[in-house]
C-alpha cells in the first residue's frame, strides 16, 4: 500500500526550519521547468511521448482541450454548459492520459446484482440474487474501458439458465465489446 503525503511536496528545508513554499516560489519553480522543457528534446522524457511533456507544464495546449485544474471554487456547480465542455478521456488524446503505458491486468465493475435462474436436480428454475464481478485485461497502449458494457454484456445472457455455455458466451462477448484480449466471471 502507497501513502502520499502532499504536504511533503510543498515543504523545503532551509536552515533546519521547514518552510512552506509561496505560490510565488511555485510559479517562479514552475516557469524555471518550462524553460528548462521547451530546450530539451524527446530523449529528456523516456517516459512520455513526445510533445507530452510540454503539456504536462501547460505548454502547446494547441490540441483544444483545456488545461484542467485540482482547485475548485466553493460556488462551483455543476450544469449543462459545464459537462458539454469536459474532455472525453477514454475518446481523446493519448496526451490527457498520464502515467506509464503499463497493460492493466484486471479493470471492471465488482459486486454488481441480477437475478440469474440456476437449474434445480428436478430439473426446475430457480431465480437468485447473484452478485457478479466482471474483468477484463487491457493492453498498455488501451487507455481503460467503458465501464457500463461490462454489466451491458453481461444483461444479454441473464434470462438464460445459468452454464458454463453462457458464461463462456459472456466471456466472448466480454473480449469483443470491450477490446480486451482476456476476460473474467
Sequence with gaps: M???DPAIETK?????VDERLTEQQ??????TLRRWASQQDST?????????????????????YPLLSRRYQDDFAV?????????????????LIRGARTAI??????????PVRYRTRDNGDLQLETSVTGTVSLEAEKKGINMSRIMRSFYKYAEE???FEVIDAALSDYVADLGSFDARL
Excluded: C, W
Design 161 to 163: 439458465t445459468f452454464s
Design 79 to 95: 450544469d449543462g454548459a459545464y459537462i458539454e465542455q469536459l474532455p472525453d478521456l477514454q475518446n481523446g488524446p493519448s496526451s
Design 105 to 114: 491486468q484486471h479493470v471492471g465493475i465488482s459486486n454488481f446484482r441480477l
Design 2 to 4: 502507497n501513502f502520499h
Design 44 to 64: 529528456a522524457f523516456p517516459n512520455v511521448e513526445p510533445g507530452e511533456a510540454t503539456a504536462y507544464l501547460g505548454m502547446g495546449q494547441d490540441d483544444g
Design 12 to 16: 523545503v528545508k532551509h536552515d533546519s
Design 26 to 31: 511555485a510559479q517562479e519553480a514552475l516557469n
